[in-house]
């Protein structure tokens, strides 16, 4: 089994060593030493990066069942006896989110009696879960208060073996999960008391808690029955603040206030923002209402119907289907209306209350000249088209009207020109002839 160095010393960052064994790992050149510095992958952290004879490590794994330390290579490594060198700014890191982790957990189960079920020490947060439902964010800020006085006190963290008849005496926060001597973690206590935390544990660690420099619990994760802690320790700590620090000031030169009036400037721009949207409406309901009433004025007279029609400029087919009904409130009115501009070609037909007209019919004949479609009822319908120029939009609407007209033709009162069969094949049997006043 290889030799751990770092159990022993996790500052070590050049070492030599032996290969002992070369094999390929999922597709790469891979190597085992007599003896490593390196940290595999295990109990939720990463495993360590860096050069062995100069060839970058991709990763670094525990085979089992033997134990073994296996680095994965990006090129296959001449020669027996090889340097390592670690890649100690990740290291470092690793090693302040771990001590962290370490004080967090304690406190914990001091303070909530809340145990650790499980850690992740991620590539920019690290999370600890803890079997207990939603505890409170204040409950969290008080162990982050004890965290960090156990930081500043700059406390001693010591790694040790112990034989497990041993290990069964001393107060551990959670019991050995390995066979053989086992490798305690200790950070220490008050002067002559109890250590502040002892557990078991391989990973790496900082020799005194000063290094770790600030945890900062960053939120909490209610999970069923668990809570998820979200965390970061040391450089990530300070990297978290100046982004934080950044985005804040970003917002606050926005709306030209300090920092700490964003939440009620924010909450104004909310206010403005519905004011707005509550003007716009009626704005939209003033400007379909006075549209309604231009439109009826322009209406023509064809046989006994009032005909108006229209193409809007980018109306929303809730404003335009608005505005059709209210054209067709006026009596014996047909309309018809367009919007474009959009990325469809959007068309409405109303009738009158007994207005001897199909919706349906009409709005057909004026979207399939446009390669659109739609349907309703005979007193409304409405539809849609792809985007055409608003001549194209125009003249079909036209063809609309004229459609009216000639369904006017086919009782022989009007001058229009009667419908060809195409054209009669569409009208429907409530179609009224003559000129008179509509029944
Ligand atoms: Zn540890």
């Known amino acids: 089994m290889t030799d751990r160095l770092y159990y022993t ?3 070590l960052t050049r070492f030599t060593a032996r290969v002992v064994e070369r094999l390929t790992w999922e597709g790469h050149p891979a190597v085992i030493l007599d003896r490593t510095a390196f940290y595999p ?32 290579l990006e090129a296959p490594l001449p020669g027996d006896e090889v340097i390592g060198e670690i890649d100690w700014p990740r290291r470092f890191d690793h090693m302040q989110q771990h001590t962290g982790q370490h004080l967090l957990s304690a406190t914990c189960e001091q303070l909530l009696d ?33 965290v960090n006085r156990v930081v500043w006190e700059d406390r001693p963290v010591r790694a040790y073996f112990v034989r497990p008849e041993e290990a069964a005496s001393l107060p551990l926060r959670r019991p050995p999960q390995v066979e053989g001597p086992i490798r305690l973690v200790e950070v220490a206590g008050d002067e002559g008391g109890r250590p502040f935390d002892l557990s078991p544990c391989g990973g790496t660690h900082v020799a005194r808690t000063g290094e770790i420099g600030l945890l900062k619990v960053l939120r909490l994760d209610y999970r069923g029955q668990e809570t998820r802690v979200e965390f970061v320790c040391g450089g990530r700590a300070l990297r978290d603040y100046r982004l934080k620090n950044g985005v804040l000031h970003h917002l606050a030169a926005m709306l030209t206030v300090g920092y700490w009036e964003l939440p009620e400037a924010v909450g104004r721009l909310q206010d403005e923002a519905k004011e707005a949207r509550r003007e716009a ?46 054209v067709a409130a006026y009596p014996d009115t047909v309309v018809l209306v367009a919007s474009v ?27 399939e000249p446009l390669g659109g479609k ?9 539809g849609s088209a792809p985007a055409a120029s608003r001549q194209r939009v125009e003249e079909a609407l ?42």
Request: hydrophobic share 40%; charged share 25%.
């Open 114 to 146: 809340a145990d650790t079920v499980s850690f992740h020490l991620g590539a920019e947060v690290s999370t600890i879960d803890l079997n207990r439902p939603r505890l409170a964010r204040e409950a969290l800020e008080e162990v982050e208060e004890r």
């Open 398 to 439: 036209e063809a609309g009207v004229q459609r009216v007209a000639s369904r006017e033709g086919e009782g022989a009162h009007s001058s229009h020109p009667a419908p060809g069969p195409k054209e009669l094949a569409h009208l429907s049997d409530t179609a009224v002839g003559g000129t008179g006043a509509p029944s």
């Open 41 to 72: 992958t295990s109990g939720g952290q990463p495993s360590d990066r860096g050069w062995l004879g100069g060839i970058p490590i991709l990763g670094v794994e525990v085979r089992e069942p033997d134990g073994a330390v296996v680095h994965i």
């Open 374 to 382: 739609g349907g309703g009822q005979a007193r409304f319908a409405q």
């Open 341 to 367: 501009g959009g990325e469809r070609v959007h068309l409405c037909v109303a009738c009158a209350e007994g207005a001897p007209a199909d919706a349906t019919a009409l709005l057909r004949a004026v979207a």
């Open 281 to 326: 409406r009626s704005l939209r309901e003033r400007l379909v209402e006075a549209e309604a009433a231009r439109l009826a004025g322009t209406a023509v007279t064809v046989g006994p119907l009032r005909v108006a029609r229209a193409v809007e400029e980018n109306w929303d087919p809730a404003d335009l289907r608005a505005l059709a009904q209210k």
């Open 9 to 11: 010393d996790s500052y």
